[in-house]
């Protein structure tokens, strides 16, 4: 028996180191990777001062991570006002480009640039808008100052004065309400010098063209009320199709996304634009002001379509080249601004 009880339990035993050689052996803990940290030299591009040097800079932090270091030792200059480039005749870096991504070694220099005060572009475009819409008001009140006295605070014999008014109130009340609702601005802001420039254009032509719309002795279109109905459904058309286009470009980038779409027609006719040109929003910005122009038959406005036609030209070809340049598979079919022809 005791034989027999030692045969069992050399089998036994037997059995247990073969279950315990059979299991894995837990495996060595990994070791950990070694971060390789980045110093950047912050130049002045101007003087070639050397303003900071930031030590043990991860090399996932983005450009406006350096931008908010370097607002820390210079705290006027904020990221929005910083310009940073790789040599002072290269292009600006955008805030969310990756340190370890530019082309720098470990030791990274930026060039700065003071872009001076910046205002947001929503800003900028509230006050580009409200103005034209008070000064064309202040014309069509006739206040006191602007023409004769005897015209002072006195009313147009004319409809399409007032049918210019409206149409005109319109427009700039459209592009507020847009502004404030409708547009996602990607860029931040813009160097506060602009706005005298943007606004002055505005407002000026504004008042240029309310001056002779509003004035005493205007006369009204050639071909009359016929000539007058053809500017307005042509404005009206254009005015339901741009804010037709940037609603579908609204829907395109989700709120605080920064990733571009191609944009593409929708179920709403007006989008339809989309299949031959790459700014329909332009295309009928465009066709708002001629049909102002021929309801009104005001040289001035005529010139402020032409001078507008050609700036919108110069929008919608770069951004024509950045969709072709960005999307291999973008519509080879799309015009910039006019189908089939620019």
């Known amino acids: 028996m005791d034989v027999l009880a030692l045969e069992a339990k050399s089998v036994n035993g037997a059995d247990a180191e073969k279950k315990s050689s059979s299991r894995p052996k837990p495996k060595p803990p990994k070791k950990a990777k070694r971060i390789v940290y980045f110093e950047v030299e912050i130049v002045d591009s101007k003087t070639k001062e050397k303003l900071l040097l930031l030590d043990k800079v991860e090399p996932t932090a983005t450009v406006f991570d350096i931008k908010a270091l370097f607002q820390k030792s210079y705290p006027k200059w904020y990221p929005a006002r910083q310009s940073l480039r790789l040599d002072p005749k290269a292009r600006c870096l955008r805030d969310e480009e990756i340190l370890q991504t530019l082309p720098v070694g470990t030791t990274a220099s930026f060039y700065f640039s003071d872009l001076g005060p910046q205002l947001t572009w929503g800003t900028v475009f509230l006050a580009e808008c409200v103005g034209p819409l008070v000064i064309y008001l202040m014309f069509y009140f006739h206040l006191p100052f602007i023409y004769s006295p005897k015209y002072d605070f006195t009313s147009s014999k004319h409809w399409v004065v007032h049918l210019a008014c409206m149409c005109h109130s319109f427009h700039y009340i459209k592009r507020?309400?847009?502004?404030?609702?409708?547009?996602?601005?990607?860029?931040?802001?813009?160097?506060?010098?602009?706005?005298?420039?943007?606004?002055?254009?505005y407002w000026c032509t504004a008042a240029w063209m309310a001056y002779y719309i509003n004035h005493p002795l205007y006369t009204t279109p050639y071909y009359g009320q016929?000539?007058?109905?053809?500017?307005?459904?042509?404005?009206?058309?254009?005015?339901?199709?741009?804010?037709?286009?940037?609603?579908?470009?609204?829907?395109?980038?989700?709120?605080?996304?920064?990733i571009?779409?191609?944009?593409?027609?929708?179920?709403?006719?007006?989008?339809?634009?989309?299949?031959?040109?790459?700014?329909?929003?332009?295309?009928?910005?465009?066709?708002?002001?001629?049909?102002?122009?021929?309801?009104?038959?005001?040289?001035?406005?005529?010139?402020?379509?032409?001078?507008?036609?050609?700036?919108?030209?110069?929008?919608?070809k770069g951004k024509h080249c950045g969709y072709l340049k960005e999307f291999r598979d973008y519509p080879t079919l799309r015009s910039s601004i006019l189908p089939f022809i620019l």
């Open 176 to 201: 507020i309400l847009e502004t404030l609702f409708v547009h996602r601005i990607s860029h931040g802001t813009m160097p506060l010098r602009n706005i005298f420039k943007n606004c002055g254009y």
């Open 260 to 316: 571009k779409k191609i944009p593409y027609p929708t179920k709403n006719p007006f989008t339809w634009m989309f299949w031959l040109v790459s700014c329909p929003n332009y295309t009928y910005e465009m066709g708002t002001w001629i049909g102002f122009t021929v309801m009104t038959q005001c040289v001035p406005v005529a010139f402020f379509t032409l001078v507008a036609f050609i700036q919108m030209t110069v929008w919608a």
């Open 226 to 258: 016929q000539q007058v109905n053809t500017g307005l459904y042509i404005f009206l058309f254009c005015q339901v199709g741009n804010f037709s286009i940037h609603v579908a470009l609204r829907n395109l980038k989700p709120p605080g996304s920064k």
